[in-house]
């Protein structure tokens, strides 16, 4: 009798719900959703998109209709609560994606009491408000996982990192790529983490890591990390994808065999989870998406890890026991 | 402690037969119906992979289409044999499942009888006997299980079957008894790896008879009875084992040589078969850990008859074997029920209830009794708490771990071994004091604590899986194909088992074949199945497609997805 584990706690996670006041039932019917998206918008191949095959899973369960928006780079505060407000006047359920929508949803949500709001990676992991609950993500420890696969399958022993200013979670995923790798390779060179916010800056950063002798790089630049993927690959290196299972992604298919894992934030969970918990009851506060709830971790696709899989696994496990710890924010 | 048992005379067996068998067979169709009642109205399984392992080969075995299980464990074929017939009736899955559940149902019923005999051979008047029997033969532990299509719903009428064979033997030396007791033990070689045990327990048995006293003939002849029937056995296993394992089935023998032969490995052993025995105990409601002290003072006890000695040493070698074996194989799968898993055990559960029940009964359990038996449960799962520390808390819980006990520590997400220990202490209590006022309140209390702890976990069981079905496919017609990644069973990553023996199941109309998605469909292929990565749009899961097919979204559990490809030019087929 088997039962996988992400798989368990995300229905033990349904089910502590019910006891709450939620459905007992498959939510049936129709369902209107709202969606705030981030900067990078629709097509980022990441967080968004991420976000939105979350939807897509709910489908397998309810008929949606979906209306989203998409934020502006360095809006004003204001122009997010108008937003929010627009898409809680036609939706039974609003979701947000990143910290900058935590205070506008608090606000919107006490103007709109019937309507259930979700946010994703809030400020401080905490929100507040009867109808509100948050996601976070625990992505670090992925990131370790995939910062440990790198140390085993460097041939240079140096590596790189390439996150997105407007990218929730980057330096999370920092810390844990940096400190997974140290701590299975601790000769193992990293050269200093670039941030970037367009495409042309990205392809720089990338030229610069490659260049600075990087045989692998994680990209977690949210939407210019596709041009991270295609300059890295280009090279005929290796590329860490995140939020994503990136191999997949039809859009990097050209880069799909320099694609050597990703490590995966589960944001679609989490919507998903939150649409099962909101269809008739509902679960305020915060939850933990971490690697016990599956709601992050490292993909397998294309083979590239076979060979180090019991090492990985065995550090997976070590994670779970909280024998080894994931650091949140990047060492000195 | 007076506790010895007495050898059943027979007069109360021959005197409830005197009003003939319609009273029998009355209170085992009530417990028919008894032991469909959590079930009823469920048509699909809920346990994956184990129950599609054990409906696959079934349907295999009546001719059907067999699926490729490699990697998976080995789901054995002599539980499927009682299943077989229900594929002759209908192809329909959903019915086949609504079957299945009427012959566990009519097999668990069996349990009512079998219980009744353990009474009487206990020394417990026919009457009491005959009431008692039918409310303990309701455990949780026989019908949580019941209610699965899964080698755990046979077994324990199997092992009880056994023990009251050998224990006849041993009293009467007579080869009736001795070919009764072999057939079972026989034949649960091919039911489960827990048979193993019965059988090596019952070798034993026969070579110690065979050793020495009046019935060496009889014990020699049943041995080669035994040895025949055991090798049939093992040839029908690696039949069914080379038609639908063909690359091998999850070796659990290297776990298991890991876990003996090092200190930790022991340790962590030993404490899992300590946890099972404190499920067992907690779930039969104090109950068995009474029939565990009894059992252990039997056999160390030097004034208790020989025969009585010999019962209690086969019960509990039973018990210390698939306890230890059945943790030692088990791999590290970082969850809290691989700790205090009273499945394994449940075959047994029944068996220390009887013990436990008769000691009341028979006023022969003391308050020193059952304070020691509550003192036991404390024990177990206080060092149970104690190994696992944090763990009890970071490992993962589902709500398949410990279904009879959750009820007692008041949650499924989480083990309070302390708080289940003095629930069921509490509810040991109860029995205890209702019995000064006769076998009637008792029997009353015990049926409503047996039906209604069954009816809570599997009604939670059922909101599980009904968090959310899986869509049934668009077409039942032509060749089905799984990505071959989708369908590379191993326990490293066990959600492609979770995926393909759910499609394996629902697909009744051909076996499942394995595609490269980037070959594109298979010859006669109509439907395809590809895994839903994180992040990627249902739509763009299969890019190689050939034009004009549509997709399906599918998932299952509230965290398994997939995506079913179909042509729409293939006919439908029909609706099941």
Known sequence: MRCVRGTAAAVALAVTATACGASATTPKGTFTIGLALEAGGPGDLSYNDVAVSGIDRIRTTAEVRLSQATARPNEPEGDRETRLRTLAQGNRMVIALGPAYTRAVERTAKAFPKVKFLVVDPERCKVSGANVAGACFRTEQGAYLAGAAAALKTKSNVIGFIGGTGYPDAARFQAGYEAGAKATRPDIRILPARYVTTEKEAREAAKQQLDGGADIVFQAAGRPGAAVIAAVAGAGRQVIGSGADQYHLPALASSREHILTSALKRVDLAVFLFFVLSADGFKTGTENYDLKLDGVGYATAGGRLDDVAPRLDALRLALLDRKVKAPATPQK | ?576
């Not at chain 2, 899955?93 to 559940?101: F, H, N, T």
């Not at chain 2, 029997?133 to 080698?151: F, I």
């Not at chain 2, 033990?185 to 008879?209: K, Q």
């Not at chain 2, 109950?287 to 000695?309: E, H, K, N, Y």
Request: glycine residues 10%; aromatic residues 10%; contains cysteine.
């Open chain 2, 1 to 576: 402690m007076t506790i010895t048992a007495e050898p059943d005379t027979g007069t109360g067996a021959r005197r409830a037969w005197a009003a003939g068998p319609w009273p029998l067979v009355a209170a085992c169709a009530l417990q028919v119906a008894v032991r469909l009642l959590p079930s009823w109205g469920r048509d699909f399984p809920l346990i994956h992979p184990d129950e599609p392992g054990y409906l696959l080969a079934a349907r295999w075995l009546a001719g059907g289409p067999g699926t490729d299980f490699t990697g998976m464990p080995f789901y054995q074929g002599g539980y499927p044999l009682l299943l077989a017939p229900a594929y002759w009736v209908t192809d329909d899955p959903g019915r086949v499942y609504s079957i299945v559940l009427v012959v566990n149902a009519l097999v668990g019923a069996l349990l009512f009888p079998l219980a009744r005999a353990v009474l009487l051979r206990c020394g417990v008047r026919p009457g009491p006997a005959s009431v008692i029997s039918w409310v303990a033969a309701l455990l949780p532990a026989t019908t949580l299980y019941g209610g699965l299509a899964m080698s755990d719903a046979v077994l324990p009428v199997i092992v009880l079957g056994w023990l009251l064979a050998a224990d006849r033997f041993v009293r009467c030396g007579t080869l009736g008894p001795a070919l009764l007791a072999s057939a079972p033990a026989a034949y649960s070689v091919t039911v489960h790896a827990r048979g193993t045990i019965v059988l090596l327990v019952h070798a034993v048995l026969l070579a110690a008879m065979a050793a020495r006293g009046p019935a060496r003939r009889v014990a020699l002849i049943a041995g080669a009875a035994t040895g025949a029937a055991c090798g049939a056995a093992l040839a029908f296993n690696a039949w069914v084992s080379g038609a639908l394992y063909p690359g091998g089935s999850f070796d659990l023998g290297s776990t298991m040589q890991d876990r003996l032969t090092s200190p930790s490995g022991l340790l962590r052993t030993v404490t899992a078969a300590s946890g099972q025995l404190w499920a067992m105990s907690t779930g039969t409601w104090g109950l068995g850990a009474v029939g565990l002290i009894v059992a252990v003072a039997v056999l160390f006890r030097r004034s208790s008859p020989q025969p009585d000695r010999i019962a209690a040493a086969l019960l509990l070698a039973t018990t210390a074997g698939i306890t230890l074996a059945s943790t030692a194989a088990l791999p590290d799968e970082h969850r809290v029920g691989n700790f205090a898993y009273g499945r394994y055990i449940a075959c047994l559960s029944l068996v220390y209830a009887l013990v436990g029940l008769a000691a009341l009964l028979r006023r022969a359990a003391s308050a020193r009794l059952v304070a020691g038996a509550i003192g036991l449960m404390f024990a177990l799962g206080g060092w149970l708490l104690l190994y696992l520390g944090e763990r009890i808390d970071t490992y993962a819980v589902s709500f398949y771990d410990f279904p009879e006990i959750g009820p007692l520590g008041g949650s499924y997400l989480e083990l309070r071994p302390l708080v289940i220990s003095a629930s069921a202490g509490a509810l040991l209590l109860v029995l205890y004091g209702l019995l000064r006022w006769g076998t009637p309140k008792l029997a009353a209390a015990l049926l409503v604590l047996n039906v209604s702890l069954t009816l809570v976990p599997s009604s939670v069981w059922r909101f599980v899986e009904e968090t959310m079905p899986p869509s049934a496919l668009p077409r039942t017609t032509g060749g089905v194909a799984i990505e071959r990644h989708a369908a590379e069973l191993d326990l490293v990553e066990p959600e492609p088992q979770l995926v393909y023996s759910r499609l394996a199941n629902a697909v009744w109309w051909t076996g499942l074949q394995q595609f490269d998605p980037a070959q594109g469909p298979p010859p006669g292929v109509c439907t395809v199945i590809v895994s839903w990565p994180a992040g990627v749009q249902a739509a763009e899961t299969w890019p190689q497609r050939p034009p004009g097919w549509r997709y399906q979204r599918s998932g299952a559990l509230g965290a398994l997805w997939w995506v079913v490809w179909y042509d729409p030019a293939c006919p439908s087929g029909a609706a099941q």
